[in-house]
């Protein structure tokens, strides 16, 4: 991996985001599906980078997306995994 | 912009006699500081609840008695809004015990077998609420099941769990006689089960969250008072993210919520004047069931005429379905949760995935939780794209007859299975057509860019979307009132097939 985790799934984010027709700035805590701004699609998207770049294990039974809504959300998941 | 520039452009009218001035007041007032003031102050608070409720009064989709429930609610979160978790448990909990079905074959059922049961009381109301409380305490323990993990296989696949629990208890009541102290107990649960299934399965989700609301808060979402049907607005973990916890916030999200119900009830009585009044009443246009069954009959129009009667109910359906959606989530959002609206501007939408995303917003999420997202989880990881589609195949298709069937599993009991899955038949292909376009629009319809030009940026990419989710309108129905035969017979008529 190149880029560091927080980085890559910022420029992902922001990547979604101008997909959408959004602005590409987001807060940390700044809800990105369950308010709508972004569809499941991009969930979609966001998920697989999540698990072909930072190793994230969807298939764990008490994994929720909801894990995911922000950006903070999807950090502490992220090192949560790595100290697992 | 320079100084100039702006020194001499047109600034917009502020006058209250100019309508375009009015609209964009009103339209800004939740971000008008006056506004948001005034929205505090007790005389705002009680101007926005009865403009709400007047709204809703307007929109005759929630019953008399669901409104003074509705009423109650609202004036009790309005005085105690630092209470409103156990006003909702408290109110919501009343609704379930009162009208646990939500289906009044059910009801009708449940009230002639009450005297055969006669358990305790002989009063149905009364048999109603006995077997009420008993569920919420069989839920509860579900619950800490969910906090605990007691029972492991059941707190991992909760919904699956409860899902193979309502097929067991379903199979039972198909199997055996009807007046059988079996077949009633099953047909009871399944009942309670089948109305309740997605909102009991969103209060487990949001049950084993880290941050996990409390068991009140929990309760209050087993029937919200806001629900008028078996579809549920998300769950409790979801409405936390959105509550409003500051004087300010909730003045803004009242102003959202009335904002919305004034749209919900316009587009409701716009869609009433347009349609009801002036098509079908002053130019004496037919109904879609009656010009289908006509056409089935060999009694039918032109293929233009069918063409029209098809995007004459598919406007009307728009309208009313977004006048039903916006007047719940206006509903919400006055009792201080500033959700997400759930219908956003369906007929702009470019691509067919866009649409579904747009028209039922709640709807598809629902599908996604429960279907799509579970499903992507765990299946196909090595195959990007068989992956996308087996989800979306999963929560469009699969996801998308279950919920109706789930929902009406009491009546597999009481008709047999036969005749129930008759009525599954036009609504089975409207997913299975509705699955093909979603997966074709997710993995290969390219999203128009406006570099395109006006007509394939603005224009044909609309009428592609518009024209299939019309089309798909002939088969969209689980009611069986009109036969699916009839139904195929229209949909090949608009294709000049007789």
Redesign the interface.
């Known amino acids: 991996m190149s880029r560091n985790p927080a980085q890559l799934v910022r420029t992902a984010i922001s990547e979604l985001l101008v997909?959408a027709g959004q602005s590409p700035d987001f807060d940390d805590n700044e809800?990105l599906f369950?308010?709508?701004k972004l569809?499941?699609?991009a969930?979609?998207k966001l998920?697989?980078i999540l698990?072909g770049e930072l190793g994230i294990d969807?298939?764990d039974?008490?994994?929720?997306?909801?894990e995911i809504?922000t950006f903070a959300a999807i950090m502490a998941l992220a090192s949560e995994q790595a100290t697992a | 912009m320079t100084a100039i520039d702006a020194g001499l452009r047109p600034q917009p009218s502020t006058s209250l006699y100019n309508p375009l001035a009015l609209r964009r007041l009103w339209l800004g007032m939740d971000r008008n500081d006056r506004a948001i003031a005034w929205a505090q102050s007790w005389f705002g608070i009680a101007v926005i609840h009865a403009g709400l409720v007047l709204c809703l009064a307007a929109i005759p989709y929630i019953s008399n008695k669901h409104l003074a429930l509705i009423t109650i609610t609202l004036a009790m979160t309005a005085v105690l809004p630092n209470r409103r978790g156990i006003v909702l448990a408290v109110m919501g909990g009343a609704y379930f015990l009162l009208r646990p079905f939500r289906n009044s074959t059910n009801d009708d059922h449940f009230f002639g077998i009450w005297s055969d049961i006669g358990f305790v009381t002989t009063n149905a109301f009364a048999g109603t609420a006995l077997f009420g409380v008993a569920f919420i305490a069989i839920l509860l323990l579900l619950i800490q099941n969910q906090r605990r993990k007691f029972v492991p296989l059941v707190a991992d696949r909760p919904v699956l769990s409860l899902f193979i629990l309502l097929v067991t208890l379903t199979g039972i009541t198909l199997v055996t006689p009807h007046d059988s102290a079996v077949f009633q107990s099953a047909w009871v649960i399944v009942a309670y089960l089948a109305s309740t299934f997605f909102f009991i399965g969103y209060i487990l989700m949001a049950a084993r969250q880290k941050k996990a609301p409390s068991n009140t808060t929990l309760l209050g979402f087993v029937r919200p008072v806001w629900a008028n049907s078996v579809v549920p607005i998300k769950g409790p973990g979801y409405f936390a993210k959105f509550e409003a916890h500051t004087p300010e916030d909730l003045a803004v999200t009242r102003l959202k919520g009335l904002k919305l119900a004034v749209w919900a009830a316009i587009l409701f009585w716009s869609a009433e004047l347009i349609f009801a009044h002036g098509v079908k009443g002053q130019l004496g246009f037919p109904g879609f069931d009656a010009v289908i069954m006509a056409t089935a009959a060999g009694e039918g129009g032109s293929t233009g005429f069918n063409w029209l009667a098809l995007f004459v109910h598919f406007l009307e359906k728009v309208l009313l379905v977004g006048a039903s959606i916006h007047a719940l989530v206006a509903l919400i959002r006055v009792i201080g949760f500033g959700i997400p609206r759930g219908m956003v501007s369906p007929l702009a939408s470019r691509t067919i995935s866009e649409y579904w995303g747009r028209y039922l917003f709640y709807f598809k999420e629902l599908l996604s939780d429960f279907f799509f997202f579970p499903t992507f989880q765990r299946c196909f990881k090595n195959y990007p794209r068989l992956r996308i589609a087996f989800a979306t195949f999963m929560a469009a298709f699969v996801g998308n007859v279950l919920f109706d069937m789930i929902s009406d599993a009491g009546t597999f009991g009481l008709n047999g299975f036969g005749d129930t899955i008759t009525k599954y038949y036009s609504y089975t292909l409207y997913a299975g057509l509705l699955t093909i376009g979603i997966i074709w629009s997710q993995i290969w319809q390219s999203k128009p860019r406006a570099e395109d030009g006006f007509f394939r940026y603005h224009v044909w990419p609309r009428v592609i979307v518009i024209g299939f989710f019309a089309v798909l309108q002939v088969f969209d129905d689980s009611s069986g009132i009109v036969p699916f035969e009839d139904r195929l017979v229209f949909f090949l008529s608009l294709f000049g097939v007789a």
């Open positions: 997909e809800s369950d308010s709508g569809d499941s699609l969930a979609v998920l697989t698990e969807l298939s039974p008490d994994f929720e997306v909801e809504d």
